[in-house]
Nanobody, 120 residues
Framework: QVHLVESGGGLVQPGGSLRLSCAASGSISSINAMGWYRQAPGKQREVVAYISIDDSPVYAGPAKGRFTIARDGAKNTLFLQMNRLTFEDTAVYYC??????????????WGQGTQVTVSS
C-alpha cells in the first residue's frame, strides 16, 4: 500500500503560478511511476503528467509548456509546478502512484486531492 498526501492547492489569478506537492509513504518499491490527474466540475478525471523513477516526464496536452513535474526520490515527494494558469485549469488535482509499462501508465494509488481555483 502507498499513501499519498497532496498539498499546495489554492486560489490564484489567471496567469499566476502554483506548486503542488505530494508526499508518498508505504510500499514505495511497489511502484515505478507517479503522476498527477485532475478533475474539473462536470468533467471526467484526466491525466496531467506523470514521471518514471528514472525521471522521464510525460505531459498531457494542456500541461505542455506550462507545467513541470518533478520528483525528489530521496524524500519520496512529487511536485507539479504550474505556470501561466488559466480558468480552464480550475480542478481538483490528484496525486497518484502506480506502474509504468512501456508507454502505459496505470495508477494504483490515489491521494485525496487538492483544489486549484483560478479566478480573478
Amino acid at each position: 500500500q502507498v499513501h499519498l498526501v497532496e498539498s499546495g492547492g489554492g486560489l490564484v489569478q489567471p496567469g499566476g503560478s502554483l506548486r503542488l506537492s505530494c508526499a508518498a509513504s508505504g510500499s514505495i518499491s511497489s511502484i515505478n511511476a507517479m503522476g498527477w490527474y485532475r478533475q474539473a466540475p462536470g468533467k471526467q478525471r484526466e491525466v496531467v503528467a506523470y514521471i518514471s523513477i528514472d525521471d522521464s516526464p510525460v505531459y498531457a496536452g494542456p500541461a505542455k509548456g506550462r507545467f513541470t513535474i518533478a520528483r525528489d526520490g530521496a524524500k519520496n515527494t512529487l511536485f507539479l509546478q504550474m505556470n501561466r494558469l488559466t480558468f480552464e485549469d480550475t480542478a481538483v488535482y490528484y496525486c497518484n502512484a502506480g506502474l509504468l509499462t512501456g508507454s502505459m501508465y496505470a495508477p494504483r494509488y490515489w491521494g485525496q486531492g487538492t483544489q486549484v481555483t483560478v479566478s480573478s
